[in-house]
């Protein structure tokens, strides 16, 4: 079945240390996957995603099919980084999203 | 652009009442979804609807759920006879055309059910 997790609820570090999210994914097509974050009142929106290898806010992440993994990494947290972080896997043969449970990354001074 | 607009943003129905959820996408966006989300859970898919077509509703409970995205106006997420756990937050995301997973969300609606 089609899955993904997310396995740390909560991600506290202190900032300028390093970040990285874990994501694990579950699909027998060919994967496409996001990351998305909601910072505090705000609305859910794309971060970035793995077909487009582009770094936002310091952020990257690399697909490894081997390990069925799409980490979320940043060398240098920052207090505005905290957040909630939500993986996603785009299904195209049903067009739709699967999201993880999410992260709660909290930067602290 | 405004962006994907819902309301209302929060929602009080007592057991057995209806909720009714609007969505309006973006401005030329013509793919909708609607997102659930429990406490302490990831958002989980519902349905997707195109203008006047229900194109997936996998995601929805059998009863008492319903959708539409009608040639003029918001889509609207419809439950009938709420009950307790039906309160969560309800997310609409929209996508422009040859897109569809280049979703754009909505601050999403409270239900909290009495």
Known sequence: ?????????????????????????????????????????????????????????????????????????????????????????????????????GTRLLVRP | NAGVMQNPRHLVRRRGQEARLRCSPMKGH??????????????????????ENIIDESGMPKERFSAEFPKEGPSILRIQQVVRGDSAAYFCASSPPGSPYEQYFGPGTRLTVT
Not at chain 1, 24 to 40: D, H, K, R, T
Not at chain 2, 35 to 45: A, D, I
């Open chain 1, 1 to 101: 079945a089609q899955r993904v997790t997310q396995p740390e609820k909560l991600l506290s570090v202190f900032k300028g240390a390093p970040v990285e999210l874990k994501c694990n994914y579950s699909y027998s097509g060919s994967p496409e996957l996001f990351w998305y974050v909601q910072y505090s009142r705000q609305r859910l929106q794309l971060l970035l995603r793995h077909i487009s290898r582009e770094s936002i806010k310091g952020f990257t992440a690399d697909l490894n099919k081997g390990e069925t993994s799409f980490h979320l990494k940043k060398p240098f947290a920052q207090e505005e980084d905290s957040a909630m972080y939500y993986c996603a896997l785009w299904m195209d043969s049903s067009y739709k999203l699967i999201f993880g449970s």
């Open chain 2, 30 to 51: 013509s793919h909708v979804y609607w997102y659930r989300q429990l406490p302490e859970e990831g958002l989980k898919f519902m349905v997707y609807l195109q203008k």
